[in-house]
Structure formats: C-alpha cells, structure tokens
C-alpha cells in the first residue's frame, strides 16, 4: 500500500465515517485521513439525534409539572426559555464535537477540515485543490434534507433550521408523516406551540406497525396536535401577518413557520462519483454490496448515503465492519436484520422485527397484544393509553416482531430486541417472570392470542 499517501481516506466526518476511521487507524494501525466539510460528529451529533432528543426532554417538563401537581406538589409554572435551552444545546454540541476530535487525533487520524471529491478510484481532491492518494476511499457523507418543489418553496425550514431559530414559532405548521415530521409536531407541542401537521397519505409513520401508529397518531390529536392526512401543501405565500398556506384539501390557514419533513436525499451530488465509476440509484444513493462497496473495489460507502437502513447505531456497524474486513484481517458483514428503532414522540413508538402486516404475508401468525392505561398517568388524571404486541410465528413459536408504544419505549425495546435477536419464543417470554409493577411486565403476561392470521 506504500504507493499512496494514505491506506484510507474518509470523506464525511459523521457517525459512519469517524468510526470506520478510528478502528482503521486506532486498532488495525492504517494510516487514515478524514475529510469533513461542516462540523464533526455529523447529522446525528450537530442537527440529528442528540440535539432532538434533548429538545424530546426539553418539551417533556409540561407534562411533568402537570402530573406534579395531579400528585399533589404545588408546582407553580413559568415559560419555557428557548434562548436559555439553545446555550445550553449549543455548548453541548460544542463539548460532543470536540470529543469526535480527540478520538480521532488519538487514534492517529489526519483530518482535513474541508470539502472533497473524488477525482479517480485511488485519488481525493480537497476544496483547496490538494490531492491526496488512498488505497482505499470510503464514503460516508450521509444525507439531507429533501424539500419537494412547489410555489412557496422558499419558505419553508427543514429539521437542520430548528435548532438554530431566533425564536420559536407560536404556530407552526409541520409536513410529513415520518419520524421527523411526527418527532418534531410532539417535540413543538410539548413546548408550547400551536402544531398542525400535514400528511399526504391516510395515516402517519407508514411503514411501523398499523396499530402501533394507530395508537401513536390519536396520542398526538390528544395532546393538542391538528393533524389532518390526506392532505398536501399547494402553495406558501408570504403575507404581513406570516406564511399563507393553501392545501390539497381546500384549507387555508397563516403559520409562523412552515417545517418541512418529507424524507432526506443522501449526498452524493458533485462528489465525482459517477465519473470514477461508481453505480448511484435512483435517489443518488450509492449502491454497495454487502461488505459496503461498490463495483468500483477500492471505493466503498457506509451510512445514509447509502440509503438501506438510515440510522446512527447502523451506519455506526458498518463503518466497523468495513474497518475490520478491510485493515484487520477480519471479514465481517453488517447483518441489516431486526435492527430495533423508536420514534421519540410522545408517546414514544419501539419496534424491533416484522409488523403484523408483513408477518402475516409469510405464514401462520398469533397476534398478542394489549392496551392499557399505566399506574403513572392514570392517578394523575391523564388519558395516555399504551400498547405492547408481540407477532409470533404460529408454527416455530419464534417472536418475529415486537411494538410498543409507551413512554420510554426506546429504551425498552432495545432490550426486547436482545431475546428476539436470540431466537426468543413466545413460551421464553411466558417462562420469563414479571418485574411489578411495571408497564413492560404486560411484555410476559399476555397468555391469549387477540388474533391469528
Ligand atoms: P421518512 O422517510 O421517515 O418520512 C418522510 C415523510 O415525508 C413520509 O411521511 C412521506 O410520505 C413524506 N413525503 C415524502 N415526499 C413527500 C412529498 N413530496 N410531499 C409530501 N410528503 C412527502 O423521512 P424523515 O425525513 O422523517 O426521516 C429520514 C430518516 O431519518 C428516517 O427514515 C429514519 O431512518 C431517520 N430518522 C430516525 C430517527 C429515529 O431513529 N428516531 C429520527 C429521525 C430520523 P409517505 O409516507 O407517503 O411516503
């Protein structure tokens, strides 16, 4: 590998790459560069995960002063003060991006704090014109943003605006049904503002289990969201009194802000890809086989730019699997199966494994499901409802899909999704003794099927 500058160039500092470069050059001794054009850390450290889910905590204290008082505390409440929580949210990710550095500059990583491109499979052009050579080239420069284009365009902010506002908007329009869209209507909501939240299709977060999003969806009109499906942006206009919006459905109404959450686009555009010969699909992704590369065998691609499964702890597994097979001897595919995720709305949406409606497709399935209001909220008065399903394989009792909606269901899921990745059966669910009282306890106790399919 002598021949070139370095054994691995990185373009993208975020959650994929500065992994993939740390065990590179920090575990298997590569000599490793990195280039990164904005912050370090990515979207998921600067305008992604972490910033929204302390804007989750943030917008969670209503609820808390509520329940206070419903559990006899004498709470008086004040506002909540944005210009306070963005310092704070700020220096946080000030602290978070320093710490990428220093994992990198530890591990021996060069990085170079601009723009690059590739210029042919074995060769990287920095923004300043420099050039550096690698044997091997790995892409990691995740996505943004997409904003269709309709009158009105220009209006709009995206999930990259909202943590950098002056001010929050008093009433906001939100688009979309996905977890960003969904994420940001509860997070807003819980902080005050008048949400309403626009969604073309019959029912939001399409894709997670129907009922799961059922459930999450009244939640939402529950708490104070107006959330209209069935229903698209025609056009914006500006006007003195804030953005007039004109819908699919004949609505019209003036919003502060307009925030749009309609997908993202992974970032390839003008990153010489094509040229060196690498495939990119419809939406620009580039398409890799599943040891993360692409038909060109010295360039490879990790996170959402490859658009398969677009999140964090993903992009994270790739990049290291990649960094193994490639600088330590130890060839290892990232396995995309039962990948868990959660929706940080409120209440939150876990989910691990098939939906009910994909298992059903494949074979005999028993349905156990339960609904309940938890202890918590019930003595403070509050209408929250939570659920708990497990779609089971009819034939080798396997748990092949596991929903829950309920406060902190992230966390509960991940654990979930520990038996199920092992094989777990509904009887190893049964013969598992309850925590009481708990919401997840439900998890061990549902001795019926609801359904069979
Ligand atoms: P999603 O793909 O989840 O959702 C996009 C939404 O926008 C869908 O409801 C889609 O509708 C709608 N949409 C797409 N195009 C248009 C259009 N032209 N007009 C109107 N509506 C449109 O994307 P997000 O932006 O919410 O999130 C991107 C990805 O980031 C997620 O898929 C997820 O992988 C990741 N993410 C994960 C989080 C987590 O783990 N908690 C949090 C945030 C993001 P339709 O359903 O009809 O296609």
Same mark, same amino acid.
């Given at each position: 590998m002598a021949q070139f500058d370095v054994d691995l160039f990185v373009i993208g500092g975020g959650s994929g790459g500065v992994r993939a470069a740390r065990?590179?050059?920090?575990? #298997? !001794? /590569?000599?490793?560069?990195? $280039?990164?054009?904005?912050?370090m850390g990515? @979207?998921?450290?600067?305008?992604?995960?972490? =910033?929204?889910? %302390? *804007?989750?905590? &943030?917008?969670?204290? =209503?609820? /808390?002063?509520?329940? $206070? /008082?419903?559990?006899?505390?004498?709470?008086?409440r004040g506002g909540f003060d944005w210009p306070v929580f963005r310092g704070k949210l700020d220096a946080e990710l000030d602290r978070l991006e320093a710490a990428y550095r220093a994992g990198l500059s530890g591990a021996g990583v060069t990085v170079h704090d601009t723009r690059a491109e590739i210029a042919d499979p074995h060769t990287v052009r920095l923004a300043d014109g420099?050039?550096?050579?690698? /044997? #091997?080239?790995?892409? &990691? @420069?995740?996505?943004?943003p997409f904003v269709p284009e309709f009158p009105g365009a220009e209006h709009v902010l995206t999930s990259n605006d909202i943590f950098r506002l002056e001010a929050l908007p008093g009433k906001v329009l939100i688009v979309g049904g996905g977890f960003i869209a969904c994420?940001?209507?509860?997070?807003?909501?819980?902080?005050?503002? +008048?949400? @309403? +939240?626009?969604?073309?299709?019959?029912?939001?977060?399409?894709?997670?289990?129907?009922?799961?999003? !059922?459930?999450?969806?009244?939640? *939402?009109?529950?708490?104070?969201?107006?959330? #209209?499906?069935?229903?698209?942006?025609v056009r914006i206009d500006r006007e003195a009194g804030g953005l007039r919006v004109r819908a699919s459905t004949g609505r019209e109404a003036v919003f502060d802000a307009v925030v749009y959450a309609t997908g993202r686009v992974p970032n390839t555009d003008g990153m010489g890809l094509a040229e060196a010969g690498v495939t990119l699909g419809r939406r620009g992704e580039i398409k890799v086989d599943g040891w993360s590369q692409t038909g060109v065998p010295s360039i490879y691609a990790v996170g959402d730019v490859t658009d398969r499964i677009n999140l964090t702890p993903v992009a994270i597994r790739e990049g290291h699997a990649f960094a193994d097979t490639v600088f330590?001897?130890? =060839?290892?595919? *990232?396995? #995309?199966?039962?990948?868990?995720? &959660?929706?940080?709305?409120? =209440?939150? %949406?876990?989910?691990?494994?098939?939906?009910?409606? +994909?298992?059903?497709d494949r074979g005999p399935i028993e349905v156990f499901c339960t609904s309940f209001r938890p202890m918590r909220s019930l003595f403070a008065g509050r209408p929250d409802r939570v659920m708990m399903k497990l779609v089971v394989d009819a034939e080798t009792r396997r748990v092949l899909g596991c929903h829950i909606v309920a406060p902190e269901a992230g966390e509960m899921i991940q654990l979930a999704a520990v038996a199920i990745r092992m094989g777990a059966t509904k009887e190893d669910f049964d013969r598992t003794v309850a925590v009481h009282p708990t919401i997840s306890e439900e998890m061990v106790t549902m001795r019926k099927p609801v359904r069979t399919a």
């Amino acid at each position: 590998m002598a021949q070139f500058d370095v054994d691995l160039f990185v373009i993208g500092g975020g959650s994929g790459g500065v992994r993939a470069a740390r065990i590179a050059a920090g575990e #298997h !001794g /590569a000599r490793v560069a990195l $280039a990164e054009e904005y912050r370090m850390g990515g @979207t998921c450290v600067i305008r992604g995960c972490v =910033p929204k889910k %302390l *804007m989750v905590f &943030a917008s969670s204290y =209503p609820e /808390a002063m509520a329940d $206070a /008082a419903a559990y006899g505390w004498q709470i008086s409440r004040g506002g909540f003060d944005w210009p306070v929580f963005r310092g704070k949210l700020d220096a946080e990710l000030d602290r978070l991006e320093a710490a990428y550095r220093a994992g990198l500059s530890g591990a021996g990583v060069t990085v170079h704090d601009t723009r690059a491109e590739i210029a042919d499979p074995h060769t990287v052009r920095l923004a300043d014109g420099r050039e550096v050579t690698a /044997a #091997h080239i790995l892409v &990691a @420069t995740g996505g943004r943003p997409f904003v269709p284009e309709f009158p009105g365009a220009e209006h709009v902010l995206t999930s990259n605006d909202i943590f950098r506002l002056e001010a929050l908007p008093g009433k906001v329009l939100i688009v979309g049904g996905g977890f960003i869209a969904c994420e940001f209507a509860c997070i807003l909501n819980g902080l005050g503002a +008048q949400v @309403t +939240q626009y969604y073309r299709g019959a029912q939001v977060l399409r894709g997670f289990d129907d009922e799961a999003r !059922g459930l999450v969806a009244e939640r *939402m009109r529950e708490g104070g969201i107006d959330l #209209h499906v069935g229903t698209e942006v025609v056009r914006i206009d500006r006007e003195a009194g804030g953005l007039r919006v004109r819908a699919s459905t004949g609505r019209e109404a003036v919003f502060d802000a307009v925030v749009y959450a309609t997908g993202r686009v992974p970032n390839t555009d003008g990153m010489g890809l094509a040229e060196a010969g690498v495939t990119l699909g419809r939406r620009g992704e580039i398409k890799v086989d599943g040891w993360s590369q692409t038909g060109v065998p010295s360039i490879y691609a990790v996170g959402d730019v490859t658009d398969r499964i677009n999140l964090t702890p993903v992009a994270i597994r790739e990049g290291h699997a990649f960094a193994d097979t490639v600088f330590g001897g130890r =060839p290892r595919k *990232m396995d #995309h199966d039962l990948v868990p995720s &959660a929706v940080f709305t409120q =209440p939150e %949406l876990g989910t691990v494994g098939l939906t009910e409606e +994909q298992a059903r497709d494949r074979g005999p399935i028993e349905v156990f499901c339960t609904s309940f209001r938890p202890m918590r909220s019930l003595f403070a008065g509050r209408p929250d409802r939570v659920m708990m399903k497990l779609v089971v394989d009819a034939e080798t009792r396997r748990v092949l899909g596991c929903h829950i909606v309920a406060p902190e269901a992230g966390e509960m899921i991940q654990l979930a999704a520990v038996a199920i990745r092992m094989g777990a059966t509904k009887e190893d669910f049964d013969r598992t003794v309850a925590v009481h009282p708990t919401i997840s306890e439900e998890m061990v106790t549902m001795r019926k099927p609801v359904r069979t399919a």
